[in-house]
């Protein structure tokens, strides 16, 4: 397959490619190096760069003043957007629009007026409610907390929510709850307003990464209005699966950005650090493990290109995009461990970016789904439906 | 890990500011009534962490601290947050040395448990 640039990707990847450059880096130089935000007065100044560039929105639709970018175009950006030293989970300090609650499109004409437009001004911020304490990468069946119907005009919501990102910081919000009987069909999307009594944002989770950090929620007795069930009820899983398969691509492809930086500092440092008398360039230790990273990295950009090509053309890409998550973030992450090896001590100092790009690409092999149950999904759908 | 920083006060002083170690990590000052006035952090632009912070608000002393306690933390950055969040919820309003922070971007937790100050 060829993945060689179109004219107008390769216009769009130089350009988002000196944005990174011009903007990002100077500006990141001044930030605490676990910094996951800058403040609104610089994030408007960028804001307006991008929206300049026809680039703001990525992740919004045309239709809804998003840009007219495929998938691989999408990919290939997350792939510049991704490097610099917030760059995995904040790509330029969500200069380009951010994540969106995809479900919001598939909201009813009312639900749009009410959440999804002001969402897509930048009014007001959202969270996405899927996993709790029982798990997150089978919501079909380890969804516990419960919605029971409460005459004709509401629904009274009982559970536990974790690893949550915003919800402290969030307006409304989806919550996955159980309106029926085990499995994918039991299951409704709410929609949530964190105002309303019994929804508690209890604590904040603290893990390796401070950027988009995780919160649990306590629901108890929260009453949310029937006309808030986004989709149909019982129609939540579908929800929820459709907005977890298509952005594990992006996903995927933003792990690659931050390893092929990696990647480009170890080169250039092992070209000038000197040990008894020689440049580390010149031990066979040392450009083994370059060579490896340079195959690490080829490898997981032609599997994401795949992954992207394959749901441009409208085909199934289920398979691809598990295995495109698989190896960008298995890939990544030794990349960025053996960077680290090769800048020595100077790779974990946080006078580098190497050392938050190792604790949060740690991060990456588990969030959207673990390598684990990836190879769950591509073995399911090499072998057969015997594995459900 | 208990969600308010629930340590002993220690006094503000030269040498109980010298025993503290270059860390990063989170702080609270409070005045002689035992009142919280800053919550703050010591973050990786510091040279020597807590201490650095510390040594600053003794050089230059504000809202009548007199106390302080720490805790080190490597998740300063969420930890800060989650302190400034449950102080907004304990008392309605944040501590007087924090109220350049907007209460409406930082974010809102309703932990339970009880008002951890002492």
């Known amino acids: 397959m060829d993945f060689s640039l179109t004219e107008e990707q390769t216009i769009i990847v130089d350009m988002v490619r000196r944005f990174v450059r011009d903007e990002i880096l100077p500006l990141e130089m001044g930030l605490d190096p676990d910094a996951d935000e800058v403040s609104p007065e610089i994030l408007t100044q960028l804001t307006e760069k991008t929206k300049a560039m026809g680039l703001y929105g990525l992740d919004t639709p045309p239709e809804y003043g998003g840009p007219d970018i495929d998938m691989v175009t999408r990919v290939l950006i997350a792939i510049e957007c991704s490097q610099h030293r917030a760059g995995i989970y904040v790509p330029c300090y969500g200069a380009f629009g951010g994540a969106r609650q995809a479900q919001l499109f598939e909201a009813t004409a009312s639900q749009k007026e009410k959440y999804l437009y002001p969402m897509l001004r930048g009014e007001k911020r959202v969270f996405f409610g899927l996993s709790e304490p029982s798990g997150g990468s089978d919501p079909a069946r380890s969804i516990q907390t419960r919605a029971v119907r409460d005459g004709n005009d509401h629904w009274v919501l009982n559970g536990t929510k974790l690893w949550i990102s915003g919800a402290d910081r969030a307006d409304y919000g989806l919550v996955f709850a159980r309106t029926g009987g ?8 709410f929609i949530v307003e964190t105002s309303w009594p019994g929804f508690n944002v209890s604590r904040v989770v603290h893990t390796l990464r401070s950027a988009k950090y995780a919160t649990e929620i306590q629901i108890d007795n929260l009453r949310v ?10 129609g939540g899983f579908a929800i929820a699966n459709d907005r977890l398969a298509r952005q594990r691509v992006p996903y995927a492809a933003e792990c690659l950005g931050a390893a092929i930086k990696a990647h480009e500092m170890a080169v250039e440092y092992s070209k000038i650090r000197e040990t008894f008398g020689a440049s580390l360039s010149s031990r066979q230790g040392i450009q083994w493990m370059l060579v490896e990273n340079e195959i690490d990295i080829r490898a997981a950009r032609l599997l994401v ?9 409208g085909l199934p890409f289920r398979t691809e995009s598990a295995i495109a998550k698989l190896v960008c973030s298995e890939n990544a992450f030794k990349v960025v461990d053996r960077s680290m090896q090769i800048h020595g001590g100077l790779g974990v100092a946080k006078d580098l970016p190497l050392e938050r790009w190792f604790r949060e690409m740690r991060i990456r092999r588990i969030g959207e789904g673990p390598s684990e149950v990836q190879k769950h999904v591509i073995a399911r759908d090499i072998i057969g439906s015997s594995l459900r | ?15 109980n500011v010298a025993k503290v170690a270059g860390h990063l990590g989170v702080y609270e000052l409070a005045n002689k009534n035992g009142e919280i006035v800053y919550i703050g ?8 962490g807590l201490r650095e912070k510390l040594e600053r608000e003794l050089q230059h002393p504000r809202f009548g601290a007199c106390r302080f306690r720490v805790e080190i933390n490597m998740a300063y950055r969420t ?5 400034l969040q449950v102080y907004l919820y304990d008392q309605n309003k944040l501590p007087v040395g924090n109220e350049d922070t907007n209460p409406k971007t930082l974010g809102r937790l309703r932990p339970g448990g009880s008002i951890g100050q002492s």
């Open chain 2, 79 to 83: 930890r800060h947050t989650e302190l």
């Open chain 2, 1 to 15: 890990m208990a969600v308010r920083l629930e340590k002993s006060w220690i006094d503000l002083n030269i040498s």
């Open chain 2, 41 to 48: 952090v010591a973050d990786a632009t510091s040279n020597f």
């Open chain 1, 182 to 189: 085990e499995g994918r069909s039991g299951v409704t999307a």
């Open chain 1, 225 to 234: 209005p029937h006309e808030n069930i986004l989709g149909e009820e019982g």
């Open chain 1, 305 to 313: 290109l795949d992954a992207a090509a394959k749901s441009d053309k």
